[in-house]
């Protein structure tokens, strides 16, 4: 069964410096997304993307993100100078339809920043 | 503002029934969704209803009333397996902005 796989499954980094998540979509899906999870705390949305540019995107998503889908298969998410705060789970989703409902979400990645 | 409610927490009994309820307040509705998350893992969709009415999908079904802002989750025949945190979430706008309730984690007990 086809399933969207991210790395790197765990991330250590110091405060200020760059990260770059992966994930890859399943394949004929058009519609990518980000959410991060907080320890303990709820899945929040971050970005959605279709059609290579952002569709919608949260308060949360600031200058410090950023989004590309650089081939066709890889959708990445960076951070440009970490903070404390950004430390938790960063999932990727896809979907072949929005309006179809369902989104199929990767393992994520656990981003640690010391 | 967005708001989704739903119980911290609920306890049930294996091979009982039960039905966990989640309210919500948005600035837009295009669907809602449950999703099941276990400890340290990603969610995993469960359902969606988009119009009012029950969806059956085997033990699981959903129930959305649009004008009453009210969905529940109605677990049957409940398995240890089933012990997990239970996500409510809307999807907002038609671009797919989704956003989620804080779970409800399920006890099963044996």
């Known amino acids: 069964e086809p399933e969207v796989t991210q790395t790197p499954s765990h991330q250590v980094t110091q405060m200020g410096q760059e990260v770059i998540l992966r994930c890859v979509p399943i394949?004929?899906?058009?519609?990518f997304y980000w959410y991060r999870q907080i320890l303990g705390q709820k899945v929040e949305f971050l970005v959605s993307?279709?059609?290579?540019?952002?569709?919608?995107k949260s308060e949360i998503f600031d200058d410090q993100f950023s989004v590309e889908r650089p081939d066709g298969s890889n959708f990445t998410l960076k951070i440009r100078s970490t903070k404390l705060e950004d430390s938790a789970m960063y999932f990727c989703?896809?979907?072949?339809?929005?309006?179809?409902?369902?989104?199929?979400f990767g393992p994520g990645t656990r981003l640690t920043v010391l | 503002g967005q708001n989704i409610d739903q119980p911290t927490e609920m306890t049930a009994t294996e091979g009982a029934i039960v039905q966990i309820n989640c309210t919500y307040q948005t600035s837009g509705f295009n669907g809602l969704f449950w999703y099941q998350q276990h400890a340290g893992e990603a969610p995993t969709f469960l359902s969606y209803?988009?119009?009012?009415g029950l969806e059956e999908k085997g033990r699981f079904s959903s129930f959305l009333s649009r004008s009453k802002g009210y969905s529940y989750l109605l677990l049957k025949e409940l398995q240890m397996k089933d012990s997990a945190s239970y996500l409510c979430a809307v999807r907002c706008t038609r671009d797919d902005k989704i956003i989620f309730g804080k779970g409800t984690r399920l006890h099963i007990l044996p």
């Open positions: 394949s004929n899906h058009l519609y």
């Open positions: 993307f279709y059609n290579n540019e952002i569709s919608e």
């Open positions: 989703a896809s979907s072949e339809d929005p309006a179809g409902g369902e989104q199929f």
């Open positions: 209803n988009v119009l009012d």
